[in-house]
């Protein structure tokens, strides 16, 4: 048996619990229709997340290929140098947007490719498997920003989804049957009251008559 409220078991408390028992349903029907939505969506972009770590796994394979093409091509040493005369990236801004009232990360960044004058090394010192090099690793960073975006937003819509499941396992499992089952103490010592009630007024009853009729 459900665990009861610690209530006095008069009409009043009655009428008040029912109207908690209404309130109670709607909240835990508007909360799972939430968890459902949440995880349709959470799968939605799971599934964009796993495309996006199979492409960036093959674009660092590509990138990391290109770099021992590179090395070989211009040695290690002068590689480095090239590296180093390499102009920085803009930054990364990252706002907030929301999913399913989840507030999540929105990374506002600019594409990282650029052209090979746009890097800041000198032509003369590099060669084209260099630029390809500088190619394959700025398509890297495009896809890993925009992973990072996913799979941080994955992480918040878990959590958000395990909070709300909680909610609803609450409502569904403690709550709502504690108070129906006060609201069936309550009906049966009310009824039991009213018995008493009414046994007691049938004595009163014989009692008077019995003393009129002496």
């Not at 029912?18 to 969506?41: S, V």
């Not at 180093?84 to 801004?93: C, H, R």
Request: proline share 2%.
């Amino acid at each position: 048996m459900a665990e009861l409220l610690n209530v006095k078991p008069t009409r009043m408390e009655l009428l008040n619990l029912k109207r908690r028992i209404q309130l109670a349903k709607k909240g835990h029907k508007l909360l799972k229709d939430k968890q459902d939505a949440l995880i349709m969506e959470f799968f939605t972009i799971y599934d964009e997340a796993l495309e996006l770590r199979r492409e960036l796994n093959l674009k660092m394979e590509e990138a990391f290929e290109s770099l021992q093409l590179a090395e070989i091509d211009v040695g290690t040493l002068r590689l480095k140098e090239i590296s180093l005369s390499v102009k920085p990236n803009k930054e990364v801004k990252i706002r907030k947007r929301n999913v399913m009232g989840v507030p999540v990360p929105l990374i506002e960044a600019e594409s990282f490719k650029r052209s090979a004058g746009e890097r800041g090394y000198a032509f003369v010192s590099s060669s084209a498997k260099v630029d390809l090099v500088a190619e394959k690793f700025e398509e890297v960073l495009d896809l890993a920003v925009r992973l990072a975006e996913v799979e941080e937003t994955l992480k918040r819509l878990a959590k958000e989804i395990e909070t709300t499941k909680r909610r609803v396992n609450a409502l569904e499992y403690i709550i709502i049957p504690r108070m129906e089952a006060t609201v069936k103490f309550i009906k049966q010592r009310l009824d039991e009251m009213e018995r008493e009630n009414f046994f007691r007024l049938k004595r009163v009853k014989a009692l008077i008559e019995s003393r009129s009729g002496g």
